[in-house]
């Protein structure tokens, strides 16, 4: 018998790996999952999507996921579990759908769902914590299984987040020449990273609220019956009330935060938009279009934040479930300009699949031995291996 450290080192040195990605954001809508084909080693590594898929959550769980607040010990246990089952099936669903087999897999990567980041919170002890139990993925699937990337990252003096700017480096790596490009991620939480010719020139932040706040807001305008404000269709038919904008702005120390920062739904989800519906004066309407632009303006505010950490951006590359919202999209490109927004899907990523594929590269560089982290992003002591190993 094979001893299973021998196994995984074997398949950490072939020429060409099969990784799973698997993903699932503070909006809780699905299990994102990317089966790639990651080749090289080192500074020469590509990863190519063999197959994306979007699992979508058993409504109880999701439900439990949102309503976090009345979980007691054993709830989050439970859902600790439940969450690890959802991502086993939806990882075996996405590798039959390539063709493949679980035995074809070298190693899944899953980030989890995140319950709870301090966010920079006043007071908060740096803490994070991710459902989504990796030891059952790993014997459901017969896969090993790298999990739980935030916490070593915090264990080591970071914030635990952003941690994709290191394979955003892999995905995004430019052959245009010397434009320094940064990527946007508009998932729940709004996040940039920043990329250069010199890998180690590369950083990133959380610039502030995406997709949670305006999911929420999207939920309590329609009573439950929608998910998110589909093609921005609220948004476009309100107006953007400046005033009251402008001192909500004022009144947030967060995006005006120099980095390393990060923040999560602590701080953007159901009690900030609890907070802008009690302050709010006008239409339902007006609100959406009005949150819409605190997003693009946040965004514009950690591009200028980038230009005073090195040479100005020359291009902004938007990936996440936010570039399907055409009024954010309009937003971001109005208050960023005239630098020029592209989707990643113009430059060989599936704007979809990016997080899922950041996680599957994540857990690639964990097994081959290579620190999946960047200190001067989290602001951690010094590099480490991320994540916690489950066998199969």
């Given at each position: 018998?094979?001893h299973?450290?021998?196994?995984?080192?074997?398949?950490?040195?072939?020429?060409?790996?099969?990784?799973?990605?698997?993903?699932?954001?503070?909006?809780?809508?699905?299990?994102?999952?990317?089966?790639?084909?990651i080749?090289?080693?080192?500074?020469a590594?590509?990863?190519?999507?063999?197959?994306?898929?979007?699992?979508?959550?058993?409504?109880?769980?999701?439900?439990?996921?949102?309503?976090?607040?009345?979980?007691?010990?054993?709830?989050?246990?439970?859902?600790?579990?439940?969450?690890?089952?959802?991502?086993?099936?939806?990882?075996?669903?996405?590798?039959?759908?390539?063709?493949?087999?679980?035995a074809?897999?070298?190693?899944?990567?899953?980030?989890?769902?995140t319950?709870?980041?301090h966010?920079?919170?006043?007071?908060?002890?740096?803490?994070?914590?991710?459902?989504?139990?990796?030891?059952?993925?790993?014997?459901?699937?017969?896969?090993?299984?790298?999990?739980?990337?935030?916490?070593?990252?915090?264990?080591?003096?970071?914030?635990?987040?952003?941690?994709?700017?290191?394979?955003?480096?892999?995905?995004f790596?430019?052959?245009?020449?010397?434009?320094?490009?940064?990527?946007?991620?508009?998932?729940?939480?709004?996040?940039?990273?920043?990329?250069?010719?010199?890998?180690s020139?590369?950083?990133?932040?959380d610039?502030?609220?995406?997709n949670?706040?305006?999911?929420?807001?999207?939920?309590?305008?329609?009573?439950?019956?929608?998910?998110?404000?589909?093609?921005?269709?609220?948004?476009?038919?309100?107006?953007?009330?400046?005033?009251?904008?402008?001192?909500?702005?004022?009144?947030?120390?967060?995006?005006h935060?120099?980095?390393?920062?990060?923040?999560?739904?602590?701080?953007?989800?159901?009690?900030?938009?609890?907070?802008?519906?009690?302050?709010?004066?006008?239409?339902q309407?007006?609100?959406?279009?009005?949150?819409v632009?605190?997003?693009?303006?946040?965004?514009?505010?950690?591009?200028?934040?980038?230009?005073q950490?090195?040479?100005?951006?020359?291009?902004?590359?938007?990936?996440?479930?936010?570039?399907?919202?055409?009024?954010?999209?309009?937003?971001?490109?109005?208050?960023?300009?005239?630098?020029?927004?592209?989707?990643?899907?113009?430059?060989?990523?599936?704007?979809?699949?990016?997080?899922?594929?950041?996680?599957?590269?994540?857990?690639?560089?964990?097994?081959?031995?290579?620190?999946?982290?960047?200190?001067?992003?989290?602001?951690?002591?010094?590099?480490?291996?991320?994540?916690?190993l489950?066998?199969?």
């Amino acid at each position: 018998m094979i001893h299973p450290m021998a196994d995984l080192l074997e398949r950490a040195r072939k020429p060409d790996r099969i990784v799973v990605g698997l993903m699932s954001g503070t909006s809780a809508d699905s299990i994102d999952v990317a089966v790639c084909r990651i080749s090289g080693q080192g500074g020469a590594v590509e990863v190519r999507l063999l197959e994306y898929r979007e699992h979508p959550h058993d409504p109880e769980v999701r439900r439990r996921v949102i309503d976090l607040a009345g979980l007691d010990v054993r709830g989050v246990a439970e859902l600790h579990a439940r969450i690890g089952e959802a991502f086993a099936e939806a990882a075996l669903e996405a590798i039959a759908a390539a063709g493949l087999s679980a035995a074809d897999v070298d190693v899944i990567g899953s980030h989890g769902q995140t319950i709870y980041h301090h966010s920079g919170i006043a007071g908060a002890i740096r803490a994070t914590l991710q459902l989504g139990d990796g030891d059952r993925i790993a014997v459901r699937t017969g896969c090993f299984v790298v999990s739980d990337f935030r916490a070593r990252d915090v264990a080591a003096g970071g914030e635990g987040a952003p941690l994709s700017p290191i394979a955003d480096a892999v995905l995004f790596r430019s052959s245009e020449g010397s434009r320094r490009r940064a990527i946007l991620n508009l998932g729940g939480i709004a996040n940039l990273t920043v990329l250069g010719e010199d890998p180690s020139r590369t950083f990133g932040f959380d610039t502030g609220p995406a997709n949670a706040p305006l999911d929420r807001l999207a939920r309590r305008i329609s009573g439950g019956s929608l998910d998110c404000d589909r093609d921005g269709q609220i948004a476009r038919s309100g107006r953007v009330d400046e005033r009251w904008l402008e001192k909500r702005l004022a009144r947030d120390p967060f995006p005006h935060r120099m980095p390393p920062k990060s923040t999560g739904f602590e701080m953007y989800g159901d009690a900030f938009v609890d907070g802008l519906a009690a302050d709010w004066g006008g239409t339902q309407a007006d609100l959406m279009a009005t949150l819409v632009e605190l997003v693009a303006r946040t965004v514009a505010i950690g591009v200028g934040q980038c230009a005073q950490k090195g040479a100005p951006v020359d291009e902004l590359i938007a990936a996440g479930g936010g570039v399907r919202n055409p009024a954010l999209m309009e937003r971001i490109a109005e208050a960023v300009g005239p630098i020029p927004v592209r989707r990643s899907d113009e430059v060989g990523v599936p704007s979809d699949a990016r997080e899922a594929m950041a996680f599957a590269a994540l857990a690639d560089m964990t097994v081959r031995g290579e620190p999946a982290m960047l200190p001067p992003v989290t602001g951690a002591r010094s590099p480490k291996l991320l994540g916690k190993l489950s066998f199969p």
